[in-house]
């Protein structure tokens, strides 16, 4: 059996006894000012003070002790009642007899608590007020605290599953992407690079696949492609299946995978990654190979091989259908990317070695361009990628709406908002409960969120389906939602959107850019066969029509048909580019002040809104022109 | 004579504002005087004076200093400009009362004519 020591009673301890924290709590400001720690609003302190008789000075207790009362109250009270009854001890009055004439002790302590109230002074109410409302706050905000902190997302769909779904089903024999594997683990120079072990002293692995004819990487580029005659083989045979097939994780790389990155962990089974840490490991060796057949078709044009030139052509056009199979922005714009690496062989081989390829090859890659050279922006997975995260940063009441829950805070790191770094959590769970009431009230419930989203959505989709001409000087919905509403507040409302919505000036530009190239070079295709059969070039676009050119392709700027003339005897097709102004098919000239301004832009073009409303550069967007 | 203490409610503190129309007391001397002067009918305990000081001083009807000079500090409480306007209406609605009680019956026409002035 244990036994508790009494606490001491303050009430009951002598001023002496009172520890000094205790007095100094009870020091009035100007005591403490002079150095001296008095006590002196210790009523208890002033009662002793005074030597009582006992019964007087436990009366004097009750009342000046009744709660309600100030510290400057209390021994306002104290003195009074106890020069009211030295007065009467003075008197000759016996002490008992005071305390029996003083009356009820509770029901005066009460009274005298209610009176001194009354008699405050207004700002000591306005503050006392304050306070009080700012505790009820502080008391509701730890009730929102408690309230916030019960909620927990509900994860209703895998959408990584989902994403996948499309694969499910489709027999093994038509799947490419086993095949690409077999290529890419026979791909020495590439699993040598991604090993950090490439080993060529004229070029790295990057530079190499980059080179362009007669550059000084361009010997580097020639050696890895006729080491890799194997590779390329191999990846022809897999292009033609007819499904990609590689299935995205978050949580790894399927067994089968883990011979070609072994850096990475093996997952099996569910995955309950979110989308957005889907590992697209494909794309960059993907790529790579397009590059490889890049090189290896100039190397057969050159070498006058033209079949190899349109069969690379072909395969590279088929990783790009591949490539761009998942409903994933980043893999349709790698997908564009390597489109414009075929287009740039067949570009380069009509205007250096066109007599390597014969009719049929040039007929049947103008039917390939137009048939696969068309990546169209996919924005469904990054619907996805939104409703995931959402489903995961808030609750659902079953009806569309929710609250932020402590793991949003947490997961903002991952989409990098409200200024979170990728490197880890936000902050630790207590920090993020902590926040809940605050940021429930900053950001947009679920239900605004997504209908923000879709509204915001719907407009970029509905710009980037109809063509530039059409849309160019509208603004991008992002920008003009952000213009039209300055707050701060407002801004941090939706931040999660701002992340997660693709900006359409890169989209337009990308896919514009895409679509004008293509068109280039099927016009370029089409003067080639027309200057063989005619021994000249045409006088007017309209010539390569309708046998050469199902129609004109219309300039992206203008909707109007590309513009056409010759320099000094040589075929030039253009558009007016972003000016919107015709320069006789000049490309803008490439000055120090243009390239301050513009960068790599000046063979392409940029938009008037990627240029954030500035003036375009000055020039034509050649699309294809023939060397003498 | 011990006075009910509704009827207390309303005179006690016309009561001592009048007893401190004459100039500054203390709490003990103006329980000693309302005792003495009044023959013990308007006798109160502290519990009843001294919430009603501090109520009057609440209102803004007297007025208090605390005097540091002799054996023990004092409180001193006097009738402020509002307290002496209250006070003389205070007086009136008594005479009235009186006089309404004389014509009732209910006190002599004589004291009602002494009320206080």
């Known amino acids: 059996m244990t036994t508790t020591a009494p606490t001491p009673d303050t009430d009951t301890l002598t001023a002496d006894e009172r520890t000094f924290l205790q007095r100094l709590r009870r020091t009035p400001l100007r005591d403490l000012l002079r150095g001296r720690v008095s006590g002196a609003l210790d009523y208890r302190q002033v009662i002793d003070a005074a030597d009582l008789p006992d019964s007087v000075a436990a009366v004097i207790h009750r009342v000046a002790g009744r709660r309600g009362l100030t510290r400057w109250e209390r021994v306002d009270v104290a003195r009074e009642l106890i020069a009211h009854f030295a007065d009467g001890l003075d008197a000759g009055a016996d002490p008992d007899e005071l305390v029996a004439v003083f009356g009820d002790v509770d029901a005066a302590a009460k009274l005298i608590v209610r009176a001194k109230r009354r008699g405050r002074s207004w700002p000591y109410k306005l503050i006392a007020r304050g306070a009080q409302a700012f505790g009820v706050l502080v008391l509701l905000y730890i009730v929102a605290i408690g309230y916030y902190a019960m909620g927990e997302p509900k994860i209703a769909v895998n959408y990584v599953a989902k994403l996948n779904a499309p694969l499910q089903g489709v027999p093994a024999d038509q799947l490419a992407w086993p095949e690409y594997r077999k290529a890419f683990l026979a791909w020495s120079d590439y699993r040598d690079a991604e090993a950090g072990k490439y080993d060529d002293s004229n070029a790295t692995f990057d530079q190499a696949l980059s080179a362009k004819p007669g550059d000084e990487h361009w010997d580097a580029a020639m050696a890895m492609v006729e080491r890799n005659a194997r590779v390329i083989e191999l990846l022809r045979h897999a292009s033609t299946r007819d499904r990609y097939g590689y299935v995205m994780r978050g949580d790894g790389v399927s067994p089968e995978d883990h011979e070609l990155w072994p850096d990475k962990d093996v997952a099996t089974g569910e995955d309950h990654s979110m989308l957005i840490e889907v590992l697209l490991n494909d794309i960059m060796p993907m790529r790579n190979a397009s590059n490889l057949l890049r090189l290896d078709a100039l190397r057969a044009a050159r070498a006058g091989d033209g079949r190899t030139v349109a069969l690379d052509v072909e395969t590279i056009l088929n990783m790009v259908r591949h490539v761009s199979e998942p409903s994933i922005l980043i893999c349709d714009l790698v997908g564009m990317a390597m489109c414009d690496q075929a287009l740039g062989v067949v570009s380069d081989t009509l205007q250096r070695t066109p007599e390597v390829l014969s009719d049929d090859q040039l007929r049947r890659l103008a039917h390939v361009i137009s048939d696969r050279a068309r990546v169209e922006i996919d924005m469904t997975g990054e619907r996805m990628m939104f409703y995931d995260i959402i489903q995961r940063m808030y609750t659902d009441n079953g009806h569309g709406d929710g609250h932020l829950t402590p793991k949003a805070m947490q997961m903002m790191a991952l989409v990098d908002a409200l200024g979170a770094t990728q490197d880890g959590p936000r902050g630790p769970y207590i920090t993020a409960t902590a926040a809940m009431p605050l940021a429930n009230m900053v950001v947009a419930s679920r239900r605004d969120m997504v209908d923000k989203y879709e509204q915001l959505m719907g407009q970029t989709e509905s710009m980037i389906r109809r063509p530039l001409w059409e849309t160019i000087d509208d603004a991008d919905p992002i920008d003009a939602y952000v213009d039209a509403n300055h707050s701060t507040l407002e801004r941090a409302r939706y931040a999660l959107i701002w992340v997660l919505i693709p900006a359409l000036s890169v989209l337009d530009r990308a896919e514009e850019t895409a679509i004008g190239r293509t068109d280039g070079v099927l016009v370029g295709i089409a003067m080639e066969i027309y200057h063989r059969r005619e021994h000249a070039w045409p006088a007017s676009l309209d010539q390569l029509t309708p046998t050469l050119l199902p129609g004109v392709p219309r300039d992206r700027f203008t909707g109007r048909p590309l513009l056409y003339r010759l320099v000094d005897g040589m075929p030039v097709v253009y558009s007016v580019g972003a000016d919107r102004d015709d320069d006789g098919g000049a490309a803008p000239a490439d000055t120090p002040e243009n390239r301050e301004q513009f960068g790599d832009r000046l063979d392409q073009w940029a938009s008037p809104r990627e240029l954030n409303r500035n003036e375009p550069v000055d020039g034509d967007w050649v699309l294809w022109h023939a060397k003498p | ?117």
């Open chain 2, 1 to 117: 004579m011990r006075i009910e203490r509704e009827l207390m409610r309303g005179a006690g503190p016309m009561a001592v504002m009048k007893l401190l129309e004459r100039g500054e007391m203390y709490g003990y001397e103006l329980v000693e005087a309302l005792s003495k002067q009044t023959d013990g009918v308007l006798a109160m305990g502290q519990s009843t004076l001294y919430p009603m000081l501090y109520n009057l001083e609440a209102k803004k009807l007297i007025a208090s200093r605390v005097d540091e000079t002799g054996p023990r500090p004092r409180k001193y409480y006097r009738l402020t400009a509002a307290g002496k306007k209250r006070l003389a209406q205070d007086t009136e609605q008594w005479r009235a009362l009186m006089t309404a009680m004389a014509c009732l019956g209910v006190t002599d026409p004589a004291s009602a004519e002494g009320a206080p002035a």
